[in-house]
């Protein structure tokens, strides 16, 4: 007999809470996902800052491809990247992990910067978690590079020059975007317009996060 094959998901979405993060490359997902960890004990996992940990670990099988992926402004093999945020989860789980949302096997993550592709969305929710929401900060291209290049100055990630963030914003133009609207026709999308100020944009973040918390409803598009 053909074996059965178990595709329920490691995490039961009823206690554990994921809400992606995504927009494209210095939209200020990390500045905004800092903020809510502080007011809402999110765990926060950065996709991008697992991989480039991986790449660095000795001994590590993936560190080469990594390496060359995030050179090359491609996109990390979907196996790889789950399978790295799934042990992360699970991780976190185990810390014991105290403040609202922690009690009882429960437990609250912020992932930044995936799903980055539909193969890797769906492959998430089917057998890690299925995801409550994502966050979509939406700005325009000038500002992306803008910031970029500036944290670059201090940064020492080797993709933030510009002809790496070029191949950045064509890769997010191709894959991530069809994620967005994916989740969008499942009325899972907030977007917020990521322009302005960091505290002006937290403001409308935070208000999300709020109402999904108090089972409220919640724009799927926020603008200032």
């Known amino acids: 007999m ?13 206690k554990v809470t994921v809400i992606f993060v995504l927009g494209g490359p210095g939209a200020g997902k990390g500045t905004q996902c800092a903020r809510l ?3 809402f004990h999110f765990c926060h996992l950065s996709a991008g800052d697992l991989l480039r940990a991986e790449q660095n ?20 093999p979907m196996e790889v990247t789950i399978k790295l945020l799934e042990n992360a989860m699970t991780a976190a789980m185990r810390e014991g992990r105290t403040g609202d949302g922690w009690a009882e096997d429960r437990g609250r993550f912020l992932i930044d910067g995936f799903p980055r592709k539909m193969d890797q969305a769906l492959k998430f929710d089917e057998t890690v978690c299925l995801s409550t929401l994502v966050i979509y900060f939406s700005t325009t291209e000038q500002v992306m590079l803008d910031r970029l290049l500036e944290r670059g100055k ?30 969008a026709s499942l009325g899972k999308v907030a977007e917020v317009n ?19 918390f108090s089972g409220g409803k919640y724009s799927t598009k926020v603008t200032i």
């Open 194 to 212: 990521s322009s302005s100020s960091v505290d002006s944009v937290y403001k409308l973040v935070r208000d999300v996060v709020e109402n999904i």
């Open 57 to 76: 670990r000795q001994g590590s099988q993936y560190g080469t491809l990594i390496q060359t992926c995030i050179r090359e402004g491609t996109i990390v």
């Open 2 to 14: 053909p074996s059965i094959v178990d595709t329920t998901p490691a995490f039961d979405n009823e």
């Open 154 to 183: 201090t940064s020492g990630r080797e993709d933030d020059n510009v002809e790496s963030i070029k191949k950045r914003f064509r890769t997010y133009k191709s894959d991530t975007m069809p994620v967005i609207e994916h989740y």
């Open 37 to 39: 960890v502080k007011d």
